[in-house]
Structures are given as C-alpha cells and as structure tokens.
C-alpha cells in the first residue's frame, strides 16, 4: 500500500472539517488515524493520553481462552479461531483473519520505520519478562525486550541490574522469581550516573540521560566489573526515547555483552516511545491532532455528517468546531472515558449509545479480585454490525457513518483474553476499510 | 497425666483475641505487673476493632432506649479524652433532624438526655447550617453533644506497644484451637501457628476470652456455652472529609444515620443484619446503594460523593431474647465469668462498645486479679497512654505531614498516594521482629497507610514487593503471592462501590495486575 500523504481528496487542512474524525489518542485511536490516513483519508484527531502511556510496549495479539480455564495458546491465529467460535460477537469475529495479519503487517512496519523495530514470531506468542518476573504471553516484543525473551528461551547467563533510587524494580526479585527457570542469572544493584540532585529516580528521566554519550559510558563502566562472565544485561526499560536502537547497540559495544530491557510500572518508558512516536507521524502528515482534548459535544448536520464540538476536559469550555463526514469513536472504557460508569448502570456518554452491560451492579465484578472467570463488567461496551457501526436498541446501525473501534467494543476482555493491542489495531483497520467501502464507494 | 509437654510456655493471663478489648486487658494487666501473653489469629484489628465507625461516643445516641450504656460512654468519653488524646479528635458532635423525622422524638431527646445526666446543647437551625454547610436545607432541628472521632488503629496499637514495653508477649498469626483442662481448670491453651503449621501450648492459670463475636466459638472449644449473635454492619469511606463534627440523625437509632469525620475523610454508616456465620463478612452493593440513600437525606452530597472503600463488621449480641432490632439490645458489655459452667479459670468478655474498651478491660481485670490474688488496682483510669513512634504510620495524614517536614535525601516515598517512605516501612518490619514473625504486605499495611490511598494498593504494591525482596524479607514467588492476597484484601472493599472514578481505577488495576502481569494466570 502507497501512503498517499498529501493529496486529500476532502476538505482543506482548516481544522474546521474533515472527512474522518478520530476520538481517542489511544492505540486504537492512533492506529485508525494511521490506517486512514495511508489511505488518503483526510483525518483528524481529538484525545487526551490515556491507555497509551501506560502501555508496556508488548503488543498482544490473542493469548489466553476460555479465560476461566487459563488457557494459554502457543499459536494467537488459533485463539483467535477458537475465540471467534466460542464467543460469536468478539470484535475478531467481525474480520477475516488475513485483515488482522494485514493490520498487524502495516502497524509494526510503522513502527520499524519509525525507529521502534518489533519482533514476533508469525505464527507463535512469546512469554516476555515482566517487573514482577512473570513470564506473560504475548505476540509483538519490542527489540529491546525480545532479547530477554530469547536469552531466557538460549539460557545465556544474565546479569539482572537495578539502580538505587529506583522503586519498583528489584534484579533480586527477578533472579528470585525466575531462578528455577534460568538458573543462569545473577543480580547486581549499581548506581545510576549522576543525573541530578535527586536521588529518587524515575525510568523517563534516565531513559533521557542514556540518549546522551557519556552517561552511557558512565553506565557502561559501573556495569562492567559486575559481568562476572554474563553474556547479555539486563535493565529496566530506560534505552533512551527516540533513539533506542541506537542507545542499545552503543550500550552493547561499550559494556561488551548484548543488553535489554523489562518495562518498569506503568506509566513507564516505551508507553512513552510509542506515544511520541506516533504523534511525530501524525505531525509529519499534516494531520489535524487536538491533543489533550476532547469532543465534548456531537450534534449531526443536514447530510448525515457530524460536527463535533471541541474543547477543555477539566473547564468543558467549547474551543473548536470540526465538521466530519464521518467518526471512529475509539474512547476505550471507562480510565479512557468512552464508556462510564453511573451507580445504577454504564453509559456511552457522547452519542448515548446503547451499552452491552450485565443487568445490574451487582453482577458487575466477582468477589475475589483474580476469580479466573474474569469480571463481567469488562466483557460490556459497546456492539457493532460487521462495518464497525455501533447499534441502537433495535439493532441497527445508530448512524450510517458513526464506527467504532478498540477497547470500548463489547464481547472481549482484553486484559484477560491477552488480545489488548490486537483488537486495538484489528479493528481500527476494519473501522477505517469500512468508513472507505462505505463513505466513498 | 503428663498432659503438657515440657517445652511449652507458660503464663500467668493468657488472653485470646487481639481486639481494642484483648489488647486492653494486656495493657490493664501488664500495668498490674501480671505477667500476660495475648494471641490473635490472624493480626491485630481483625475483627470489629478493625471495622467500626470510629466514634467515641457521648452517649446521646443511646440516651432514649440504653441510658445506662449512655452514661457509660460519657463517662469513658472523658477519661479517653485525657488519657488517650493522640488517637482523638475533640470534633464535638451534632444531633440533626430534618423534615419527616419523628418530631415527638425530637422535643423529647432534651429530657433523655437530662435524665442520662449528659450535655446537649440546642442549636440555632441557622447557625448549625453555617457550621455544618453540608446539612441538609430540611434540618429542622439541631443539638450539639460531646462527641468525637477515635482513631482505633492507633489505638489497639498504642495497647499492644504499651502492654509489650510491660513484658507481654503478643503471638499474631496463632489461633486457639482447644484446650487441656483438668477438672474444672484449663491447665494450657492449644494454639496452631498458622505460619508454619506448627501446633504448641501455652499454660496458663487463667485465660480471658476476648474474642468478640467469636466468643461463642471460642467458649465453646472450652466447653462453655455463650449464645451469640451476629450482627453485620457496613460503612462508607468518602474520598474526603465532609464535616468538621460528627453528625448523628436526630431520630431513634436506625441505618445510615451516622456520619463520622476522622483525619481526611468521613465515614458513613452503619446498616444491621443478622449473619448466620463469620466466615466471608463482606459489604454488598445493595448495602452501599442503601447507605448512600439514607445518608444522603440528611446530608445530600452524600447522593454525588465519590467514596474510596467500604467495609463490614460483625457486633456480637449475647443471649438475647429480643427479635429483629439488634439496636434495641442493651450495648453495655458483657462480662462472663465461666465458673458456673464448671471453669473456674476462664472469663469471656465480649459486646460493649469501642468507646467502652478501657472500662471493659478494667472490670474484667479486676476480675482476673481476683482470682490471682493480685491486689494492685487498675491504673488505666489515671495513666495515660504512651505515644509510640510506630505506631505513628497507621494515623491518617502522618505519614505525609512528616515527609513534607522533613525527609533524609536517601529516603524513597514507597506509597506516593499516603506518603509512606521506605525508612517507615523499615521501622514497621523492626516492629514485627517482636512477633519472630516475617512481615508481609498485608501486615505492613495493617500498620501504616499503606494501600489505603487513591491507587489503593494497585502500584505501592509492587514498589513495597520489591523492597521486601531487596531486604531478603520474602523469596521465591512470595511477592506474588504478597501482592494476590493484599490486593484481593483491598477488593473486599472495593468491589461494591466501582462507579464513577473509582471504576476508572479499577480497571487500571486490571490493566496492570492481570493484562500486562498475568498476576490471575497460575
Ligand atoms: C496498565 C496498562 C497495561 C497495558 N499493557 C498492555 C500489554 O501488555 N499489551 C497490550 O497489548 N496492551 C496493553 N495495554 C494497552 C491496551 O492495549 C490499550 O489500552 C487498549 O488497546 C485500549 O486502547 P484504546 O485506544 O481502545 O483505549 P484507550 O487507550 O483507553 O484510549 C481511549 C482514548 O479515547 C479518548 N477519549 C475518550 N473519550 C473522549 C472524548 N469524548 N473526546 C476525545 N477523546 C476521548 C481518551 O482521551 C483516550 O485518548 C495496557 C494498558 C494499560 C492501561
Ligand atoms: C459496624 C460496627 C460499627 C461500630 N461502631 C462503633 C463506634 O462508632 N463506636 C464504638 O464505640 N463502637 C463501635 N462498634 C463496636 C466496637 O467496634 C466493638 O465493640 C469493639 O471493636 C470490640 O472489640 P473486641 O476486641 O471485643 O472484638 P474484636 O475487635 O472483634 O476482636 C476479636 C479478635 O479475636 C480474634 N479471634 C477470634 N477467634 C480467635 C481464636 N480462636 N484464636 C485467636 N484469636 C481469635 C479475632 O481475629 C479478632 O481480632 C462498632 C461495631 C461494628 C461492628
């Protein structure tokens, strides 16, 4: 696919209209932008950071079905099969299963081609290293944890580092954690090269300090005496921002042994990375981004299209009106606000769109905070027809031109089913290839 | 009969439950010079010491169907005021009525009180509605009584420290499981560590059963027969405090009439219902709607106000005969001395009040010197209670007012909702060496705020897993296991009150523990 950047066929770049609007700066939200706009869409966009930030990087595809068993896949395409099967109306039913491969395909050339190269095996999860030192299955591995992953699989001998002044983040826990399964790894606690008076240190700010040189050297020369013979390093995920593979590959050469990271606790580094990473692309093609806002109005105008007033979250005064031929609702649930919660029931509060949800609070979440059945409430949102579009209470499309995309679909429980990033981009591809079948035939 | 084994302890008062009245006792009986082990089975707080309202009572709400339970409280209201004035707030307290409340019941609450010999002040509608802007436009009466709000965290832990200082010796994690008796006496207690699995004895010339709404369960391991009944209660946490003073319904006692400010935040409540057991006592979502209703009538921002937790405990009501109204039994406390069902060595003492604990302890110590031949008189009414520096972390809004004061530049904030440093969390697990015990999340939690701030526990506790493997304290997968079981403690409060923010916090929970962790994947 050729991206087609500059000639939109649609409206000027005024910010006042659009033929796209995308709500939501998640990755569902980013994706469709993205999507849609190698489309030659002419898009805009509307969000305040939500779910992205706190991303891992990890990029799940489908791990884990029927949730209450805890059956963990090995091949995702297969999960996707049995989930489809089992459960008729989750979001991947509503594409063929070369669609998602595509999105997929598309999504981490963007990344590559953005500085932030994946890994994944095709047909295979990966069991990727977590802070707490679980092994979590998941599909695309950022190439900065992957080695981890397959230092654990080759059984290289590691030396866990962590830093005084980090919370949250223990090598010793790590080694203790995974001790029967890699019996080759050991720990050490260093300190990280001066980066301000503060001792408390936070992942970003050292991610900071590691793009420039020196501290790398710095590092590098604290690290090297502990190596006691290790072939790879491992860190918290602290690579740099912008320049990962760069700070990586130097950080190899002047420590003498391969490195990666683990994601430290959300909100943490490579959320960051991808965050700022996608909002340059969309910059860079001219794309129309209101950033830390959000549509706190929609009314409709005479030929079927929207016009969506825009503005301040905290004030809700009203600063943009933008006109839209169409809209991806990709608001996630209820920490992204597309959905909420009310006592009594959940409401889409935007278009008031019907919300698939359990009859009553009560039945809303089990009582034990990890009963492996999972909490009902997490399988409610929003239902689509096969084009993405959200249903009124009879059953139909509410608005022709209205999808929706992401964590705000009804039927999946992402954090369970391991299938977060996967429906995210999924069905934000099959959200904009709908919007381009139907809107411009 | 060579019924004890010659390793086991021994002791003078072993007193079973580590309750505001178990620790009480130590603390009455350590003064005395008694020599006393106290053992809880599971830590302290863990029963309704753990889950009230926090409430010191004037009295006023027992003045029309208890007045002698009314007077008791006054009384005791005072000596705490002077002799435990770290774990109070002098808040005062309003008595409120408002349209379509029981107008005869509140031209005759005046003479109740006179009668029970307590102050009560009425209150211009107009100046109680500047003081308090939260009551509702429909007060249609208000008097002013002596009530405050009681911290009873620091204040079972001020008892325990104190009565250790006294060389009591306290065993958390050990249950009663039965006993050895000869005759009419108990010759030693049998206790099951629950650590280690580890069954042991203590022998001991009297044991106090201060077991609370377990004291039926517990006398019956003995072979006596006490007929309680369980009466469940739920409260309310509201993200911040809503009123200077406590604020009662000015109505004869019912559900949700309550409002007690303590340090941030407010606590609304309570609700009854008779429980058949005591195994899962857990607020309910009905229970909250209903809470949030009835509240909301006398103070009407209750109906939008976000809350950060709810919990329930268990009152127990010894050998009623009443039905249905478990508010209409007499709240003075019970005191049973089992020589009539042939033990002459054990006493149970159970119901009462929070707000009653000291003078419980008393009597029941007084009864425990008796049978010892101990002469030396209670000294609880005169000492006061010590304030301990460990003791400091589970006061709301400490640990956060000591960190902006003043923090070494080494130090490390492990709970950045409540403040709580590394160097606090270090002096919490020096204090559990005293139990021989390791440390866990749940039981560092039970001694600072930990967990009991906005992330509610979601993040503190990963920081805190991974300081305690740093420290060598846990191993192998033990802060999984730490963090499973802390977080599903804290859902026990949660799980009934997600809406609105909190629902938002919730799922970033979920996010994190289960979508990036797999912490539910076993
Ligand atoms: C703690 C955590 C850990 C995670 N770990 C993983 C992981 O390991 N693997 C993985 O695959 N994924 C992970 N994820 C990410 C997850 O995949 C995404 O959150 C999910 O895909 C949902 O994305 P979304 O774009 O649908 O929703 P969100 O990310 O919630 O984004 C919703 C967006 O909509 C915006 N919005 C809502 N209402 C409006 C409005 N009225 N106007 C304008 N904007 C609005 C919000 O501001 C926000 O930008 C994690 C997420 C979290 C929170
Ligand atoms: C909902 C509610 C609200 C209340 N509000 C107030 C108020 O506002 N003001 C007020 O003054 N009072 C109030 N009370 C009453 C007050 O909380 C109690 O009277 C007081 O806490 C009782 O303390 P206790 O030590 O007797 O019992 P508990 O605190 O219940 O202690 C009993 C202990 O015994 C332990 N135990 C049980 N079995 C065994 C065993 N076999 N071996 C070892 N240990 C064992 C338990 O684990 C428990 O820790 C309230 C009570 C409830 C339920």
Same mark, same amino acid.
């Given at each position: 696919m050729k991206p087609a950047e500059q000639?939109? /066929?649609?409206?000027?770049?005024?910010?006042?209209?659009?033929?796209l609007a995308v709500i939501g700066t998640g990755l569902a939200g980013l994706a469709a932008t993205l999507f849609a706009s190698e489309k030659g869409i002419y898009t805009a966009q509307i969000g305040v950071n939500a779910g992205i930030i706190h991303a891992s990087g990890f990029l799940d595809l489908m791990g884990v079905h029927p949730i209450a068993d805890g059956r963990v896949w090995e091949n995702p395409w297969e999960a996707i099969d049995a989930v489809t099967t089992d459960i008729?109306? =989750?979001?991947?039913?509503?594409?063929p299963q070369a669609d998602i491969r595509q999105a997929f395909d598309i999504f981490m050339n963007l990344m590559k081609a953005a500085g932030l190269p994946y890994r994944y095996q095709p047909d295979a999860n990966s069991r990727v290293i977590t802070t707490l030192g679980t092994l979590k299955p998941t599909y695309g591995v950022p190439e900065s944890m992957y080695k981890g992953t397959e230092a654990l699989k080759t059984q290289k001998k590691c030396l866990m580092v962590d830093f005084w002044?980090?919370?949250?983040?223990s090598a010793v826990q790590l080694e203790e954690m995974l001790r029967d399964r890699w019996p080759g790894l050991q720990s050490v606690r260093i300190a990280f090269p001066e &980066?301000? /008076?503060? &001792?408390?240190?936070y992942p970003e700010k050292m991610a900071r300090a590691l793009e420039l040189r020196t501290h790398r050297e710095d590092l590098a020369r604290e690290i090297r005496p502990h190596?006691?013979?290790?072939?790879i390093v491992g860190m918290p995920?602290?690579?740099?921002?912008?320049?990962t593979r760069e700070v990586m590959a130097d950080l190899a050469a002047l420590i003498g042994a391969d490195v990666f990271e683990i994601p430290t606790i959300p909100p943490a580094v490579p959320g960051l990375r991808i965050k700022e990473m996608m909002e340059a692309q969309i910059q860079s093609k001219g794309i129309p981004l209101f950033a830390?806002?959000? &549509?706190l109005q929609v009314n409709h105008d005479n030929d079927g299209g929207f016009v969506l007033d825009i503005g301040e /979250?905290?004030?809700?005064?009203?600063s943009h009106r933008l006109h839209a031929q169409g809209v991806i609702l990709a608001g996630g649930r209820f920490l992204g606000g597309g959905l909420y919660a009310g006592r009594k029931k959940i409401v889409e509060?935007?278009?008031g769109l019907p919300v698939f949800q359990?009859?009553?609070?009560?039945?809303? =979440?089990?009582?034990? &905070?990890?009963? /492996?059945?999972?909490?009902?409430?997490?399988?409610?949102g929003i239902e689509i027809d096969d084009a993405f579009r959200p249903l009124d209470d009879s059953g139909?499309?509410?608005?022709?031109n209205l999808y929706a995309a992401g964590?705000?679909?009804?039927?999946?429980?992402w954090m369970r089913m391991k299938c977060g990033a996967g429906i995210s981009i999924a069905t934000a591809y099959g959200a904009v290839n709908a919007f381009a079948m139907n809107a411009r035939p | 009969m060579g019924l004890i084994e010659s390793n086991s302890l021994k002791t003078q008062v072993l007193i079973i439950g580590g309750g505001a009245t178990g620790t009480g006792v130590a603390r009455d009986l350590a003064l005395r010079g008694v020599n006393c082990i106290l053992v809880e #089975? #599971?830590?302290?707080?863990?029963g309704a010491s753990g889950a009230n309202h926090g409430l010191l009572h004037s009295g006023a709400r027992y003045v029309s169907n208890d007045p002698e339970s009314a007077k008791k409280c006054m009384d005791e209201n005072r000596i705490l005021k002077q002799m435990a004035p770290d774990c109070i707030e002098d808040t005062g307290g309003f008595f409120a009525a408002v349209q379509g409340d029981d107008e005869r019941f509140v031209a005759d609450f005046p003479t109740y009180c006179e009668k029970a010999g307590l102050p009560c002040t009425p209150m211009d509608i107009k100046d109680a509605r500047e003081q308090e802007?939260?009551?509702?436009?429909?007060?249609i009466a208000a008097y002013a009584v002596e009530d405050a709000s009681i911290d009873p965290f620091k204040l079972v832990l001020e008892n325990i420290t104190h009565a250790q200082q006294l060389g009591c010796q306290f065993f958390r994690n050990t249950k009663v499981t039965g006993v050895k008796k000869s005759g009419r006496q108990i010759k030693a207690v049998e206790l099951l560590?629950?650590?280690?699995g580890k069954a042991f004895c203590i022998e001991t010339e009297m044991v106090v059963?201060?077991?609370?709404?377990?004291a039926g369960q517990v006398a019956g391991l003995v072979g006596a027969d006490i007929d309680v009944i369980y009466s469940k209660g739920t409260l309310l946490i509201t993200h911040?405090?809503?009123?200077h003073r406590v604020i009662n319904r000015l109505r004869p006692p019912s559900d949700a009439d309550i409002l007690v400010p303590g340090g941030t935040v407010s606590i609304l409540g309570t609700t009854s219902a008779r429980m058949?057991?005591?195994?899962?006592i857990r607020p309910t979502v009905e229970e909250v709607d209903y809470i949030v209703d009835e509240g909301a009538v006398m103070l009407p921002a209750l109906e939008t106000k976000r809350y950060i937790r709810a919990y329930s405990g268990v009152r127990p009501l010894v050998?009623?005969?009443?039905?249905?109204?478990?508010?209409?039994?007499?709240?003075s406390f019970d005191l049973i001395d089992h020589a009539e069902d042939d033990i002459d060595n054990f006493v149970t003492i159970t119901g009462g009040k929070l707000t009653t604990f000291r003078l419980m302890a008393e009597k029941t110590a007084d009864l425990v010197c008796d049978r010892l031949g101990v002469s030396t008189p209670c000294q609880t009414r005169t000492t006061s209670m010590l304030s301990h520096h460990e003791t400091?972390?589970?006061?709301?809004?400490f640990s956060s007012r000591m960190w902006l004061e003043h923090h070494d530049?080494?130090?490390?904030?492990?709970?950045?909702c409540e403040m709580v440093p590394q160097s606090a969390i270090e002096e919490i697990l020096a204090s559990f060496h005293v139990f021989e015990k390791e440390a866990d999340l749940n039981g560092i939690s039970k001694r600072s705020r930990?967990?009991?701030?906005?992330?509610q526990g979601a993040f503190c506790s990963i920081r805190i897993a991974a300081f305690l493997y740093d420290r060598g304290v846990i191993s192998a997968n033990e802060g999984i296991d730490n963090i499973r079981d802390f977080l599903n403690a804290r859902w026990k409060g949660q799980q009934c009150l997600l809406w609105d923010m909190p629902m938002a916090a919730a799922e970033l929970q979920e996010a994190m523990h289960c979508g990036l962790f797999g912490l539910e994947l076993r």
């Amino acid at each position: 696919m050729k991206p087609a950047e500059q000639s939109h /066929p649609g409206p000027k770049a005024d910010a006042s209209s659009c033929e796209l609007a995308v709500i939501g700066t998640g990755l569902a939200g980013l994706a469709a932008t993205l999507f849609a706009s190698e489309k030659g869409i002419y898009t805009a966009q509307i969000g305040v950071n939500a779910g992205i930030i706190h991303a891992s990087g990890f990029l799940d595809l489908m791990g884990v079905h029927p949730i209450a068993d805890g059956r963990v896949w090995e091949n995702p395409w297969e999960a996707i099969d049995a989930v489809t099967t089992d459960i008729p109306d =989750h979001p991947y039913a509503r594409l063929p299963q070369a669609d998602i491969r595509q999105a997929f395909d598309i999504f981490m050339n963007l990344m590559k081609a953005a500085g932030l190269p994946y890994r994944y095996q095709p047909d295979a999860n990966s069991r990727v290293i977590t802070t707490l030192g679980t092994l979590k299955p998941t599909y695309g591995v950022p190439e900065s944890m992957y080695k981890g992953t397959e230092a654990l699989k080759t059984q290289k001998k590691c030396l866990m580092v962590d830093f005084w002044g980090l919370k949250g983040f223990s090598a010793v826990q790590l080694e203790e954690m995974l001790r029967d399964r890699w019996p080759g790894l050991q720990s050490v606690r260093i300190a990280f090269p001066e &980066v301000g /008076p503060s &001792v408390d240190l936070y992942p970003e700010k050292m991610a900071r300090a590691l793009e420039l040189r020196t501290h790398r050297e710095d590092l590098a020369r604290e690290i090297r005496p502990h190596l006691n013979g290790a072939e790879i390093v491992g860190m918290p995920a602290i690579f740099g921002i912008y320049h990962t593979r760069e700070v990586m590959a130097d950080l190899a050469a002047l420590i003498g042994a391969d490195v990666f990271e683990i994601p430290t606790i959300p909100p943490a580094v490579p959320g960051l990375r991808i965050k700022e990473m996608m909002e340059a692309q969309i910059q860079s093609k001219g794309i129309p981004l209101f950033a830390q806002k959000r &549509v706190l109005q929609v009314n409709h105008d005479n030929d079927g299209g929207f016009v969506l007033d825009i503005g301040e /979250p905290a004030t809700q005064s009203i600063s943009h009106r933008l006109h839209a031929q169409g809209v991806i609702l990709a608001g996630g649930r209820f920490l992204g606000g597309g959905l909420y919660a009310g006592r009594k029931k959940i409401v889409e509060p935007l278009f008031g769109l019907p919300v698939f949800q359990p009859p009553e609070r009560t039945q809303w =979440h089990c009582s034990q &905070v990890f009963d /492996p059945r999972g909490h009902p409430v997490n399988m409610a949102g929003i239902e689509i027809d096969d084009a993405f579009r959200p249903l009124d209470d009879s059953g139909k499309p509410a608005w022709k031109n209205l999808y929706a995309a992401g964590a705000i679909l009804a039927h999946q429980d992402w954090m369970r089913m391991k299938c977060g990033a996967g429906i995210s981009i999924a069905t934000a591809y099959g959200a904009v290839n709908a919007f381009a079948m139907n809107a411009r035939p | 009969m060579g019924l004890i084994e010659s390793n086991s302890l021994k002791t003078q008062v072993l007193i079973i439950g580590g309750g505001a009245t178990g620790t009480g006792v130590a603390r009455d009986l350590a003064l005395r010079g008694v020599n006393c082990i106290l053992v809880e #089975k #599971k830590d302290i707080n863990a029963g309704a010491s753990g889950a009230n309202h926090g409430l010191l009572h004037s009295g006023a709400r027992y003045v029309s169907n208890d007045p002698e339970s009314a007077k008791k409280c006054m009384d005791e209201n005072r000596i705490l005021k002077q002799m435990a004035p770290d774990c109070i707030e002098d808040t005062g307290g309003f008595f409120a009525a408002v349209q379509g409340d029981d107008e005869r019941f509140v031209a005759d609450f005046p003479t109740y009180c006179e009668k029970a010999g307590l102050p009560c002040t009425p209150m211009d509608i107009k100046d109680a509605r500047e003081q308090e802007p939260a009551l509702s436009e429909k007060t249609i009466a208000a008097y002013a009584v002596e009530d405050a709000s009681i911290d009873p965290f620091k204040l079972v832990l001020e008892n325990i420290t104190h009565a250790q200082q006294l060389g009591c010796q306290f065993f958390r994690n050990t249950k009663v499981t039965g006993v050895k008796k000869s005759g009419r006496q108990i010759k030693a207690v049998e206790l099951l560590d629950k650590d280690s699995g580890k069954a042991f004895c203590i022998e001991t010339e009297m044991v106090v059963n201060a077991t609370g709404a377990w004291a039926g369960q517990v006398a019956g391991l003995v072979g006596a027969d006490i007929d309680v009944i369980y009466s469940k209660g739920t409260l309310l946490i509201t993200h911040n405090r809503m009123t200077h003073r406590v604020i009662n319904r000015l109505r004869p006692p019912s559900d949700a009439d309550i409002l007690v400010p303590g340090g941030t935040v407010s606590i609304l409540g309570t609700t009854s219902a008779r429980m058949k057991t005591l195994e899962d006592i857990r607020p309910t979502v009905e229970e909250v709607d209903y809470i949030v209703d009835e509240g909301a009538v006398m103070l009407p921002a209750l109906e939008t106000k976000r809350y950060i937790r709810a919990y329930s405990g268990v009152r127990p009501l010894v050998g009623t005969g009443s039905q249905g109204n478990d508010r209409s039994v007499s709240r003075s406390f019970d005191l049973i001395d089992h020589a009539e069902d042939d033990i002459d060595n054990f006493v149970t003492i159970t119901g009462g009040k929070l707000t009653t604990f000291r003078l419980m302890a008393e009597k029941t110590a007084d009864l425990v010197c008796d049978r010892l031949g101990v002469s030396t008189p209670c000294q609880t009414r005169t000492t006061s209670m010590l304030s301990h520096h460990e003791t400091q972390w589970a006061v709301p809004g400490f640990s956060s007012r000591m960190w902006l004061e003043h923090h070494d530049p080494d130090d490390l904030l492990l709970c950045e909702c409540e403040m709580v440093p590394q160097s606090a969390i270090e002096e919490i697990l020096a204090s559990f060496h005293v139990f021989e015990k390791e440390a866990d999340l749940n039981g560092i939690s039970k001694r600072s705020r930990v967990g009991k701030g906005g992330c509610q526990g979601a993040f503190c506790s990963i920081r805190i897993a991974a300081f305690l493997y740093d420290r060598g304290v846990i191993s192998a997968n033990e802060g999984i296991d730490n963090i499973r079981d802390f977080l599903n403690a804290r859902w026990k409060g949660q799980q009934c009150l997600l809406w609105d923010m909190p629902m938002a916090a919730a799922e970033l929970q979920e996010a994190m523990h289960c979508g990036l962790f797999g912490l539910e994947l076993r």
